[in-house]
């Protein structure tokens, strides 16, 4: 428990302490450190960008409750690769947004809509990098989590290639997955709090057959899987028998059917009802099993811990200055 509340409540005393202009420096990976909260307000270029986004965000979140894991999804697609850039949304041949790892994303429209609004109100003047992180951290605030500060100005970047995508499988163990996560500039919490976004939203039946009829190449389910929720998934996933059978959407987290902002997650790891396989990994190792426990335990550390990797994720090799542009059209770079 003392780990995280300590690194959280320095998070809060920061902001506490130095108001308005304080820089991420210390919170967030290196490259990050220009990033400032109020930026545009520092700037003014766009005072009211929180504001507008957060009006539109409530209007669109009350029709789609699914927009929150799309949003948290959609960010982590393109922070993890090549950094908090937007390049998630530049079209084209062969782009990241094409990448098949990036199938099945969503939110694009909202980004879109978002744009569109803070371009008629301040035109040219905000990131589509920094809209993206401000639709997450409302989105997540209406599904019932933490509002947490968002640190701002950066920069879109120039470029998109499908080859630089590089976001694992959800079936691999923990120490691939922080292995992954630890070259990104992400630690061991960061990991398991953010593999948290997985207590709401959807994944296709394709990403567990294998634990449910296969695992490890054995003919037999996944032995740590707890057996009604065995049984509960083979009946929404059935076994593939011919080509172009159904690949049914189903919920990461059964227990949050309406996808709130829940430490449910956490508890069914520890009972071995996870849908992903990297998620039930987590029960077995010593470090991340602790912090398992911890979420399960406590939401508010949770909720404290999810608001701070959001942070330190979102701050990931960002662009700032003339090393990138503010898109006009977030599909496309700036001619
Ligand atoms: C999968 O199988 C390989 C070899 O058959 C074995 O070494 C490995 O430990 C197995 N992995 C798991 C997670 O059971
Ligand atoms: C989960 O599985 C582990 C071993 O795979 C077992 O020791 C533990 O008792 C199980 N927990 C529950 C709540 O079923």
Known sequence: MKRDQCLFLSFVVILAVSGAKVTAAGLL????????????????????????????MKLIF???????????????????????????????????????????????VVIDVLKKVVEARCPGAVSCADIMNIAARDAIFFSGGPSYPVFLGRRDGLKSEASWVDLPSPSISWETALAYFTSKGL????????????MMGRTR??????RLYNFNNTGKPDPTMELATL?????????????GQPNPLINL???????????SYYSRVLSNKSVLEVDQQMRYGGDTYELTDEFANSLEDF???FAYSMSRMGGLKVLTGTKGQIRRNCHVVNK
């Open 29 to 56: 990976p290196p490259e990050s450190t220009p990033l400032i909260r109020h930026y545009y307000k520092v700037h003014n270029t766009c005072s009211n960008v929180e504001p507008f986004i957060r009006h539109q």
């Open 253 to 263: 987290n059964p227990q949050n059917p309406t996808h709130k902002f829940t430490n």
């Open 205 to 210: 039946c394709s990403n567990i057959v294998d």
């Open 187 to 198: 630690n061991l919490q960061d990991m398991v709090t953010l593999l948290g976004g997985h």
């Open 303 to 305: 909720r404290g811990g």
């Open 231 to 243: 049984s509960y998934l083979q009946k929404l996933c059935p076994k593939k028998v011919k080509l």
């Open 62 to 108: 009350d029709k789609d409750k699914t927009i929150t894991p799309k949003l948290i999804k959609l960010l982590y697609a393109d922070c993890m690769v090549n950094g908090c850039d937007a390049s998630i949304l530049l079209d084209g041949e062969n782009t990241e947004k094409k990448s098949p790892k990036n199938r099945g994303l969503g939110a694009y």
